[in-house]
């Protein structure tokens, strides 16, 4: 007979613990899945470590691909908090880079100091207002945000695509259904090699650290994380806190947007996410929705991701082996958990235990 | 061509698209009835499609490639089995995690098919046939009876399914256990087992739908070749109010919209004398813009058969009851 019991609140040493034992075992089982395939897991993992932290350049590329990743990871995290799954960071994401480039578009004349606060603000208003779609319809109509957000994805990419085809399409480009590019005010300038991202999401990072954890605000987030119940109990007004988090939270994605159209594409596609929105949703719930976390998981995930990029060349190994490790570790953290909050209690005798 | 004859086959190709949302629609359904939102629809689908194409190229029998793929459905489903019912597992997180590893798992090992063809067997073996008599039928003819077996097999299994969660003692059961699984546990209801099997079995069904893509409809490896029909599945559960019958209708109603999108790609068309465009993009959005409408109409409307099962969602912890 066993039996399960809860454990009390595990500490924060067993919750790490606990966390890199199950990476340890995922990676030994991709390993093994590795060596099925015929490929050499040593040589695998070692490529990617090389690949993704090898030299200096390679160091730089990962960090561009941690900004968006971390950006986005944070704005989850808000939404998460409080238990709002918003799994349309894929969608706020593409909205703030839409409002990015209308700017970029049509204010070109304004300097540099001028343009990119604007787009700034644009973005993060637009992916705000794109979250507070499902969570208006929540308050409302109480339907699953989840399956909201994750129809508005859809939705938002098929709108940047007719906007790519359609309106916004730059007539110098004959066949291509391309937009035009950002004048140079418009594009993101580079402190140390990498564009000035990073700066900027450290400091959202601290920030919102500050507002979950320090803030009246980010107290009344929780609450109403653990239990809606509680919170009304509390006399928190749980519909107002909860459209003002959601409107972060899509904010912040809007942001990642933002910083990838003027950076990385200086204009806006409709393959601009490469998927990370998706990805997001994990980084940030692997981070347990704490933003330093957050910082140190994105960027792992995103070494991943640069470093499989350099294995399809190197070794050609398809690039969708990064997809099946961070499926397979997620499954095995996701499995983890339990054995952090439960424990099992073996009897001797089922009679007894009966 | 005269216009008849243009709509049939019209009809004749939305069905087929329509057919592999049906699948994963269902196996939604099986799912989402135990009281589990899976989001890997996607992940099965294409796990499924990568392992019924492989199957069949080694084996060049259809039947164990179908096998195969619902196999490999049913083992994504396991796993997810696993961390959310007895490990308890976040339901979202986990099956976002399924689709990442499916659609990993489809890259890799799809990588060494692209370019190879499927043994003539089993491209004969689901070729379109006429069914005598009923193929004669004028447009419905067309639809259901000159079609492929693997597409007919899909409302097959509909009908099946909505008899076995309506008309039977195991299905009241299962439904009992996603509407609340600590009464139907306390009268008897063996739950876990319950939600083991029906999510299985859900996953070999997205395993089945994914396999017609590489099997039949394409029938080359593609990467991505599910091209996100997994999500308009997970959306079109909601939309057929967990019906498997609604589901029949809203899946060709979906690959009819797909059909349209083809077709119009940025046809000039003229309305009341005028030249209008539409833009195919922008016809893609319909199926989710729907999808979020019927969402809202159904919890307003609060007829009890249309309400999500009342438990969806939420992890069952027997010592917490």
């Given at each position: 007979m066993i039996q399960i019991v809860k454990r009390p609140d595990p500490s924060k040493t067993q919750d790490l613990l606990t966390r890199l034992f199950a990476v340890l075992c995922a990676l030994v089982c991709a390993s093994l899945l590795m060596a099925a395939l015929g490929y050499n897991p040593f040589k695998v993992f070692g490529n990617i470590f090389i690949g993704s932290t090898g030299t200096l350049h390679r160091i730089r590329e990962t960090i561009i691909k941690t900004i968006p990743l971390a950006a986005l990871s944070l704005g989850v995290a808000v939404a998460f908090k409080m238990k709002f799954w918003n799994i349309g960071a894929e969608g706020q994401f593409y909205m703030g880079a839409m409002a990015a480039a209308w700017v970029a578009f049509n204010f070109n004349r304004l300097p540099m100091i001028l343009m990119l606060p604007f787009m700034f603000c644009a973005a993060m208003l637009c992916g705000g207002l794109w979250a507070l779609i499902p969570a208006f319809l929540k308050s409302k109509f109480k339907t699953s945000e989840i399956l909201v957000t994750l129809m508005l994805n859809y939705v938002a990419v098929k709108w940047i695509t007719y906007l790519q085809y359609g309106p916004w399409k730059d007539p110098k480009a004959a066949g291509f259904a391309k937009m035009p590019k950002f004048v140079n005010a418009a594009v993101l300038p580079k402190v140390f090699g990498v564009h000035i991202g990073w700066i900027i999401v450290l400091v959202l990072a601290v920030l919102v650290h500050i507002l979950l954890n320090k803030t009246k605000f980010g107290y009344q987030v929780s609450v109403i994380g653990e239990s809606e119940y509680t919170a009304r109990y509390a006399g928190i007004s749980v519909a107002k806190i909860t459209l003002i988090a959601v409107i972060i939270g899509g904010g912040l994605c809007g942001v990642a947007g933002f910083m990838q159209a003027s950076a990385i594409e200086h204009s806006l596609t409709d393959q601009l996410s490469a998927g990370l929105g998706f990805t997001s949703v994990i980084t940030a719930w692997l981070a347990r929705l704490s933003a330093p976390a957050i910082i140190v998981v994105s960027f792992l995930f995103a070494a991943l991701l640069q470093g499989s990029a350099y294995i399809q060349t190197a070794m050609q190994i398809p690039t969708a082996v990064a997809e099946v490790l961070q499926g397979i570790i997620l499954f095995f953290v996701l499995g983890s958990e339990f054995f952090l909050n439960y424990k099992l209690v073996f009897h001797k005798n089922a009679k007894e235990a009966a | 061509m005269d216009g008849l004859t243009q709509?049939?086959?019209?009809?004749?190709?939305?069905?087929?698209?329509?057919?592999?949302?049906?699948?994963?629609?269902?196996?939604?359904?099986?799912?989402?009835?135990?009281?589990?939102?899976?989001?890997?629809?996607?992940?099965?689908?294409?796990?499924?499609?990568?392992?019924?194409?492989?199957?069949?190229?080694?084996?060049?029998?259809?039947?164990?490639?179908?096998?195969?793929?619902?196999?490999?459905?049913?083992?994504?489903?396991?796993?997810?089995?696993?961390?959310?019912?007895?490990?308890?597992?976040?339901?979202?997180?986990?099956?976002?995690?399924?689709?990442?590893?499916?659609?990993?798992?489809?890259?890799?090992?799809?990588?060494?098919?692209?370019?190879?063809?499927?043994?003539?067997?089993?491209?004969?073996?689901?070729?379109?046939?006429?069914?005598?008599?009923?193929?004669?039928?004028?447009?419905?003819?067309?639809?259901?009876?000159?079609?492929?077996?693997?597409?007919?097999?899909?409302?097959?299994?509909?009908?099946?399914?909505?008899?076995?969660?309506?008309?039977?003692?195991?299905?009241?059961?299962?439904?009992?256990?996603?509407?609340?699984?600590?009464?139907?546990?306390?009268?008897?209801?063996?739950?876990?087992?319950?939600?083991?099997?029906?999510?299985?079995?859900?996953?070999?069904?997205?395993?089945?739908?994914?396999?017609?893509?590489?099997?039949?409809?394409?029938?080359?490896?593609?990467?991505?070749?599910?091209?996100?029909?997994?999500?308009?599945?997970?959306?079109?559960?909601?939309?057929?109010?967990?019906?498997?019958?609604?589901?029949?209708?809203?899946?060709?109603?979906?690959?009819?919209?797909?059909?349209?999108?083809y077709k119009l790609q940025n046809a000039d068309m003229s309305l009341f004398g005028r030249q209008i465009q539409i833009s195919s993009q922008l016809l893609d959005m319909i199926p989710y813009l729907m999808t979020i409408i019927v969402l809202v109409l159904i919890v307003q409307g609060k007829r009890r058969e249309n309400q999500p099962p009342h438990a969806l969602g939420n992890p069952y912890f027997r010592e917490e009851r």
């Open positions: - | 709509l049939s086959l019209f009809l004749q190709v939305s069905v087929q698209m329509g057919t592999p949302i049906l699948f994963g629609t269902l196996g939604g359904i099986l799912c989402e009835k135990v009281g589990h939102i899976n989001l890997g629809v996607e992940g099965m689908m294409l796990m499924g499609a990568v392992f019924g194409f492989m199957a069949s190229v080694a084996t060049g029998n259809p039947a164990f490639a179908v096998l195969a793929a619902g196999i490999a459905g049913a083992f994504g489903a396991l796993i997810y089995a696993v961390i959310t019912v007895s490990l308890r597992g976040n339901h979202t997180v986990t099956g976002l995690a399924l689709t990442i590893f499916g659609s990993g798992v489809a890259g890799l090992l799809g990588k060494q098919l692209t370019g190879m063809a499927q043994p003539e067997h089993v491209i004969a073996s689901f070729a379109a046939y006429s069914v005598p008599g009923l193929s004669k039928i004028p447009v419905l003819g067309e639809m259901f009876f000159q079609q492929s077996i693997y597409v007919q097999i899909a409302p097959v299994c509909a009908v099946l399914l909505y008899l076995y969660l309506n008309k039977t003692y195991v299905g009241l059961n299962l439904r009992a256990i996603g509407e609340n699984p600590g009464a139907a546990d306390a009268s008897g209801i063996k739950v876990n087992l319950y939600k083991y099997l029906h999510i299985v079995a859900g996953g070999f069904l997205c395993g089945m739908g994914g396999a017609y893509l590489s099997i039949v409809f394409v029938p080359h490896w593609q990467d991505n070749i599910t091209a996100g029909i997994g999500w308009i599945a997970v959306a079109l559960v909601i939309f057929s109010t967990w019906n498997p019958l609604k589901a029949i209708g809203g899946a060709y109603f979906f690959g009819i919209l797909r059909g349209i999108g």
